[in-house]
């Protein structure tokens, strides 16, 4: 049976990985892509994944322009990780174009049009659209089968400040409305990325692909993997493929989302603990085989044209 999946980004080399494995796995039947503020501005991130679908000859999935800016804060909190055009440099064409709908609407629709439970939503970027999406439709993340989210740092540093991992950095607001949504959520916060890292030799084996999909993964790795060479939005995709490659445990996690030093820091409670402010919201992912991983990786893309 195929997964029905929707995928939120902000592209972004890590999530042009990502949507390039998931357009590699033939169980997933990508519904669209919507795409947010993050990594680069809201109009880049989504010609970016047009042309990253578009390389992978996946024409038929809808791109989403989304949220050019987090709630609570007057402009993008963006970086420059991923280069200016948020690939790292590598050209590629687009022959497709971005569809006209706003990524929060398309998602009440797509989440509206399914039954419940039958469509897997996984959200490698800030969580604006998800969070509004919420807001126009209160219920609508409680309806997909799961919402993955990679996002967050719970035992170990943030990666933009010391307490904070950068999508919940971007909208601690819109992160906390997620967290409260009701939804079956699956987190895969730095603790369990920070071991899924490229090696090497693994990036070097794209450069010497026969496939066009492959050479433009090791370019783009290449150019961003000296500085992070983790594979952190690829990871909930590979949990679709096969979830027994990760492991976890359930707690109840907040995001602290007022301004100061510590914005985007979450807190989590594990276990049965009488100071935990609520029930367990989250399923949070804390280790990952990592060798496994890169090889589901490695022989997704291989698949591609």
Known sequence: MKHKVIIDCDPGIDDALALLLAAGLPDLDLLAVTTVAGNRPADITAINARRILDLAGRHDVPVHAGAARPLGHADARCNLVHG?????????????????????????????????????????????NLALCEALAPGSLAR?????????????????????????????????????AGANLLLFPLDVTS???????????????????????GEMLAAYAELDPLLHD?????????????????C?????????PTAGHVRAWF????????????????AVRNDELLALVAAAIARLP
């Open 252 to 260: 109840h996690a907040a995001v602290d989302w007022r301004d100061g």
């Open 144 to 180: 997909a089968r799961h919402v993955l989210v990679m996002g967050g740092a719970l035992r170990v540093p943030g990666n933009i400040t010391p307490a904070a991992e950068f999508n919940f950095y971007s909208d601690p607001v819109s992160a906390q409305m997620v967290l409260d």
């Open 195 to 217: 071991q899924a890292v490229m090696h090497p030799e693994w990036i070097a084996a794209f450069g010497a692909a026969d496939n066009a999909c492959g050479r433009a993964a």
């Open 271 to 286: 276990g049965e603990r009488d100071d935990a402010p609520g029930p367990a919201n989250m399923q949070a992912l804390l």
């Open 84 to 128: 200016e055009d948020g690939l790292g440099g590598v050209v590629l064409p687009q022959s497709g174009q971005v569809a006209p709908e706003h990524s929060a609407l398309r998602l009440v629709q797509l989440l509206a049009e399914h039954p419940p439970g039958t469509v897997e939503l996984v959200a490698t970027g800030p969580l604006t």
């Open 234 to 250: 690829a990871c909930p995709v590979a949990w679709l493929a096969d979830p027994e490659l990760f492991s976890g445990q359930r």
